[in-house]
């Protein structure tokens, strides 16, 4: 028996966490019948005749799409077992060449101090155009990651073959997200746009293995993750994929921190983000000055508004949007310059809202379309595009002419304008068949959008020298987007209801699955955003309220009216201003001990929402429940009409007990309690040696009245 | 340039239509780069490295029941195209040899006089256990057939790739069969009983091509005809395939008639069931004399009366259900046997219902199970399985004991008893983990089955000396299990509305697709079945006299109150009764031509209910007009409130005219002529040269006043 070890050097590791000190990968061949490849301990590749790490294939793969919502259809015309193989090792790279017949492909691995190792096609043949990778699986071995992932956090969950499936498209997450539900059913039936378990703004090539390690495919390909076997993982890539890395370490945190290490981290948010709410708010500087007085009148610290509409409203065949021509509209914003001079002064900001497209025929459209700035379609015109009405075409991120350009009109329309940050929204919609200015097709640079669109905000904020005061947050992601660029992420557009897949309470997998994938700072809209009038789809203020308590207990506490704000409950409806009031308060009486979870996220690379399993690998609490940093347990309520809520508290420790919240009660970890829930008094708990614990007590002491369940 | 070729001689058609004498099947190997086989002028298979015509590979296909609906998910492992050929001709075969290194097939192509040409795995590797078998397809081409097909005739129609696919596996229809519709939603999530464009009891891996040939894939294994490509279309088998057999033709005609004589063709029908009206009843002897006596007080002319409840019906929590324990219930019938006598001495018939399962506990199943007759789980014990909440076992049809048994409680049950016929209903629901007498296992049975249950009805009617006078009628079917068999087909459950995929309309396309697949004799519930009063899916008037105008012009004129029947318009609700007589005195007056055409599917294998292609190959005429017989030309109106209906009249003789039936206008061939279509006058017109002319005429003449339509 033929066996080869590499060692590879020390493993640093910046935050908490241990990894495997001179981690070694091991390839072990068995006389010619197969080999393994292992990372220390941990066996990954597991190579037999009849069982292949690696097939290729040829095939046709067709896309089309619907207002950012795509329908990915595969056809395999081959798929060739690559089972012969053989082994040579040099210093500190082995080749492994795979072949039948004529195919083969080479695979370097390859492994540098402090870096994961690296999987990398070194050569290949010229007959196939996909493959497909497997990985060793094991008995009750849980997948996390992929991005963000809203139906499911344990991506391996081994119910319902297809749903262990998880394509790798960035695209609209889609209304409703779950086939077997009305609203999903009539999305789908209007326009296409009901989503699925796996639709998702922000996919990513990436998780991380309840075996402890990390996997990520480095390369905007479309992929798919493919966790339905019980022997293996499957990693499905269209075209020739980019280089493979992967990592282990003795412990998740390990894992994920080694992981934020090699992805690079998010900057730390600034001190007025951490302190106060932020108000979604629309319809002219009147309105928006009302509210804002109102907000004052109950209480409410703000740390700022956040128009959407600052460019005017456009009229559509089902109703008004945002005028996608980002300049400031003085008519619909009549003083808006001195408003926001005002309010800073105030120490309130205003932010604003931008995406990467232009609508047709606006100003800036055109002098796009004049300058040769817009995306082209196959015959060399401007690639319109649709969002349900609105046509528009999408600035060539590719054409360093047209990036600067679109920087500029940033820096000048909005920066200059003094707003304190913007909603970065979109970046799912580059069509396959687009023609760009780098000489890619659509189709090869579709999943990189999100990345392009995230380095562009990043660089216009950080030349204006304002990185670390500016925010500016996305929905769409990719793998680079968010641990190089992005400032923020938020959840998209949830539905106003309770739903799994899609409500409010989706926000929790979201987040927690994107903090596997290397993100760790993430918010959402306080009590969703699709609305969907007809259906009976509006926001309660049930609803709106377990939303808000959630967002207590996050990094960031915005609003949003929705997208029929008529319809929904908002924050100044009725008698709603009081409850919220007092949730803002509490989010701000956080602020010391949410500056030391953010400042792990950008220090260590821990996300500020944990999983449990993250922290607690040996217990089996409830996915829905995290931590939010070291020291709060958070187990949200997203049922309606509830008072009391079972919640798992880990055990294994004698260093502290678990203090609840609200009543200051303490309990031993290990065992499951059910504690009163109403509505303002979340299941929260501390841990009794936590260095904040005077703020949470004074969270106890200032503002524990619950409100009473509204049916 | 190697060329060989088989003369192969004469093909007998017994009917009408004409095919190449003396065809030849030719393989042409192109110096080594590939080959093409031919039959006749007929490209076949073309074959090059790069596009071979088979595949073989490795995977997992698993399946997932409810109450009949199966749940299929591939995962394809390898998939090996056999590039590399050898060609090895004798005196009336030639053995192709395809391969990839180790892996090949030795597949033998051969014909003998007056047979199709016969494809058969001769000698094969044994590391796959699936193949893919690709047929040159041509721009244009159309296919027809696949069994009974209810959403599309043409099953390669380009739109919608996946829509091209058709899955050949026996299952429940499915309510609604259309993921866009509000019924297909609902039953899928009450119950996964939603179904889809493919999903039927009946699929069959035959098909006649446009381009004037059939293929047809003689074995029981799960298949996939897939129509998709522009290049080709290809066979998918799981496990090893059986033979496949093709045959060309001059015309469409010649080629169905020529797969009629291949296949076997079914029986013709009696004179009593051409010659009226049978009525679904149900409720008891009291109840279906009063419906008789109703039916004669208003001229209803009564070929027999259709009792499915004659063995009693059980409480179940969805309502009652028939007892499915096949005895005379004379609680709830009481008199039955002296009623039938009387019945039978007027002239009428009393028909009956069966189907191959027993309810648990029920007398039969008690008697079976303690014989050893039911179907056994896999540890041995009896296999329970469910119909909705009914819970019953099938009587093992492979252990000939059982079968004998099983002949015989419909001999002494039910012959016996008096009955003139009955539904064999059923035949989809074998599990494929089920462990069967004859050793085989329910996936490698389950398509065959309703072959089994077809096999034992005609004996039990054959043995009985009473073919050509008992008709049993069938929804399930497979290869053979019709043209060697039963003696009626029936469309199953339609929805009782308009909607193409599964209302009353679906039943021209599934008529016209089994007539392609070799069945020409079919009929359907008039108004339809499957009633969901919940959602407002009840029968109307107006769906259920369309529907009983377009059985004038078939072969059986059958009504049945559905499954809810009391929300739904029958002929004796209210003021229907007259318009109904009506139309079953039309029915009863086409008796004479309707005897000459279920004789030429008899005799000739020419399907009753024709589609226009099968006649009028170069017209384009839309595919939901259809012949019935050669005289007639039927355009059934399945939309609401309509009074005229546009109709295409093929062209291209000059021998006859159109005569419009209920005006008696003549039109020539070659235009779109709209006519008007009210209730009761359904757009039918017959040619001038017709023998049956002054049969027409009559119907014209004594039934031509319509109904208004009803809102």
Chains 1, 2 share one sequence.
Not at 234 to 262: H, R, Y
Not at 484 to 490: A, D, G
Not at 598 to 609: L, T
Not at 640 to 655: F, H, K, R, T
């Amino acid at each position: 028996m033929f066996r080869f070890q590499i060692v590879v050097a020390l493993l640093l590791v910046q935050g908490s966490g241990r990894l495997t000190n001179g981690l070694q990968f091991n390839v072990t061949d068995n006389q010619g019948q197969g080999f393994l490849v292992s990372l220390g301990k941990l066996q990954l590749f597991r190579h037999t005749f009849s069982s292949p790490i690696l097939f290729v294939g040829t095939g046709l793969t067709s896309f089309s799409e619907d207002s950012g919502n795509f329908f990915i259809e595969d056809y395999i015309s081959s798929r060739l077992p690559l089972s012969n193989y053989s082994i040579d090792c040099g210093q500190t790279s082995c080749t492994i060449r795979l072949s039948r017949g004529d195919t083969f492909v080479a695979l370097r691995l390859q492994s540098e101090q402090s870096q994961p190792l690296v999987i990398d096609f070194e050569d290949q043949s010229s007959d196939f155009d996909r493959i497909w990778l497997r990985l060793k699986a094991e008995d009750g071995e849980e997948i996390y990651g992929g991005g963000e992932q809203f139906s499911y956090f344990n991506l391996r969950h081994r119910d319902q073959g297809r749903e262990n499936v998880f394509p790798v498209w960035v695209r609209e997450q889609g209304v409703g997200r779950n086939k077997s539900t009305q609203v999903t059913f009539a999305a789908d039936v209007q326009s296409r746009a009901g989503g699925d378990y796996h639709t998702t703004y922000f996919p990513q090539p990436t998780f991380v293995s309840s075996r402890r390690y990390f996997l990520h495919h480095d390369g905007p390909n479309y992929a798919v993750l493919d966790f339905r076997s019980p022997e293996f993982h499957e990693i499905f890539v269209l075209g020739l994929p980019g280089k493979f890395f992967i990592n282990s370490g003795d412990t998740l945190l390990g894992v994920v921190t080694a992981m934020t290490s090699f992805f690079g981290r998010m900057p730390a948010l600034p001190d007025w983000i951490i302190s106060g709410a932020i108000l979604g708010l629309q319809g002219g500087t009147q309105t928006m000055l009302a509210r804002y007085k109102y907000a004052k009148d109950n209480q409410i610290p703000v740390a700022a508004l956040w128009i959407q509409d600052w460019s005017g409203k456009v009229e559509m065949p089902f109703g008004k949007r945002v005028n996608w021509d980002w300049t400031w509209d003085p008519a619909w914003y009549p003083g808006l310059d001195s408003a926001i001079q005002n309010l800073t002064r105030e120490g309130v900001r205003v932010l604003a809202y931008i995406n990467p497209y232009l609508r047709q025929n606006g100003h800036l459209f055109t002098e796009a379309a004049t300058k040769g700035y817009l995306v082209k379609n196959e015959t060399g015109g401007v690639y319109l595009q649709r969002s349900v009405t609105l046509v528009f075409a999408s600035v060539d991120l590719t054409n360093p002419d047209a990036f600067k350009w679109y920087k500029n009109v940033i820096r000048t329309n909005m920066i200059d304008l003094g707003l304190g940050g913007w909603m970065a929204d979109f970046g799912e919609y580059l069509p396959v068949d687009a023609k760009l200015y780098d000489g890619r097709s659509g189709l090869q640079a579709h999943n990189e959008w999100p990345v392009l669109w995230a380095k562009l905000n990043r660089e216009v904020v950080e030349d204006a020298g304002r990185l670390g005061d500016i925010v500016f947050f996305m929905r769409a992601g990719y793998s680079g987007s968010i641990s190089n660029y992005t400032t923020l992420m938020w959840n998209g557009d949830q539905d106003v209801d309770f739903s799994l897949a899609d409500g409010v309470r989706s926000t929790i997998y979201g987040s927690l699955s994107m903090g596997m994938s290397g993100v760790g700072l993430t918010h959402f809209d306080i009590g969703g955003y699709t609305t969907f009038a007809l259906l009976g789809l509006v926001r309660t203020k049930e609803l709106f309220l377990r939303s808000a308590e959630m967002a207590v207990f996050t990094s960031v506490f915005r609003t949003h009216e929705g997208n029929q704000p008529e319809a929904n409950v908002q924050w100044y409806s009725n008698d709603t201003a009081p409850s919220f009031a007092r949730l803002a308060k509490q989010f701000a009486l956080l602020k010391d001990y949410r500056k030391f979870v953010v400042n792990q996220v950008a220090g260590e690379g821990i996300p500020a929402i944990r999983p449990m399993k993250l922290i607690y690998e040996d217990d089996d609490a409830p996915y829905s429940q995290y931590l939010f940093g070291p020291d709060l347990l958070v187990a949200p309520v997203f049922t309606e009409m509830i008072n009391e809520w079972p919640v798992v508290l880990p055990g294994g420790s004698d260093a502290y007990n678990w203090i609840h919240l609200w009543s200051g009660t303490a309990y031993r970890g290990g065992q499951t309690v059910t504690v009163a829930a109403p509505l303002g008094q979340p299941p929260v708990f501390y841990r009794s040696d936590s260095t904040y614990k005077q703020d949470f007590e004074r969270l106890k002491n200032e503002s524990k009245m619950a409100d009473p369940i509204i049916g």
